[in-house]
């Protein structure tokens, strides 16, 4: 049967019935498979300890010693040899060697609840008490580690099966079984995000900063979370949480920026945004958001260097150039800024606000007929505004084209019929 494999194939498969016997109570039969086994190779270590757990179950402890012993020589790292050792000589009373080799094993591999535990029952025939329960408890403290540890990891097998309900019961099994588990929590936080379960989430995020107080990222997911409900006081704190944690991650200073902006507080934002393109020169929104801070300061000077910086590091962004036509446009320099709104169109021809616009500055140059060529086009691109209609009406008017102008303003107000209040 074996004569086709190799001595070290040969000599684990005749291991492998060894075992099967051994696991079935038939000891005979198993000591048999192990001398088969170590004809082939003498000190093979996976047979010696095998041997060596079948002299044990038949009371030959001397003899198990030996053979486990072998198994060590070959592979003097297995703790789980030392553990075996040690439990023969804890049954002849030699306590000494018996608490060598559990220590042996633990220092081999520290989280072995077996090791411990035997140390424990060790220590309680010597009569020493309290270390006898200071073992007993870090077993247990290991065993829960590794049960916790086994539901997070079943939870994300059903998780990548899209078992989204049982995932989220191991999760929160693993949970009760150790309240600190920062990885189910975790977990859990990211499914109630993708599910919208925001108040589910945000316990999540909350108990995960009382975890691990040092780890910005939940500080960061908080925030965004805070944000996306419109609880933009809660979201300032958490992102300048996670500024103060990692000073230099670009995304929750725009998150900052971008509600202090919201909130009206311009000199803050500006300061946030100024603080994203130093730490990210190529974050273009913040320079279009600068830029609209400024205008609205009337700081138009300001915002157009902001635009032209933006666009030194990237002149094929369309919406810088759009702003540099808007505050070019402010500043009434509608030759300048028709250039940049062509720019724009020419680099993104689907957005119809750089026709609107452009449409917009040409109708004030008295450029009629191409600017009802641009707002033509941007209607075509948003047909349902009034406000497109509108203008287009009154650039026929100014042509006295009283016709097309009067279908133009119907038009507008058959989409808001209430335009006439606006």
Known sequence: MYSNLTPEMSAFSLYQEAESYLEAGKLDEAYLYCEKSLEILPVYPLTCKTLGNVLQAMGNLEEAIIWYTKAIMQQPNWAEIYINIGSLYAKQNEWQPAIACYETAIEIQ????????????????????????KYWDKAQKIELEKTTLEKVNHGDILLNEGKTEEAITDYREAIELNPNLSEAYSKLGEIFVERGELDAAINCYQHLIKL??????????????????GKLNDAVEAFQR?????PNFPLYHKHLADILYEQGKLNQAITCYHQ??????KNWDAYCKVGEILLKQGKINQALVIYQNGLKL?????????????ALSKQ????????????????KVDNYLF???LADALQQLGQLDEAII????????????????TSLGKTYIQQENWSDAIECLKKAIQIKPDYHKA
């Open 314 to 326: 990237n002149p094929n962004l369309a919406r810088l150039h759009y702003k540099m036509g808007e």
């Open 276 to 281: 994203v393109i130093k730490i990210n020169p």
């Open 374 to 389: 641009n707002y033509q086009t941007a209607i075509e691109l948003n047909p349902n505004s009034c406000w497109l209609y």
């Open 242 to 246: 996670a500024i103060e944690l990692n």
């Open 212 to 229: 691990l107080p040092e780890n910005w990222i939940f500080s960061y997911k908080l925030g965004t979370i805070f944000q996306d409900i």
């Open 355 to 357: 026709y609107r616009k």
């Open 110 to 133: 520290p989280n072995l609840p077996g090791a411990y535990r035997n140390l424990s029952r060790v220590c309680q025939k010597l009569g020493n008490l309290s270390l006898a329960e």
């Open 332 to 347: 009434k320099k509608l030759q300048l800024a028709i250039p940049a709104y062509r720019r724009a169109i020419e680099l």
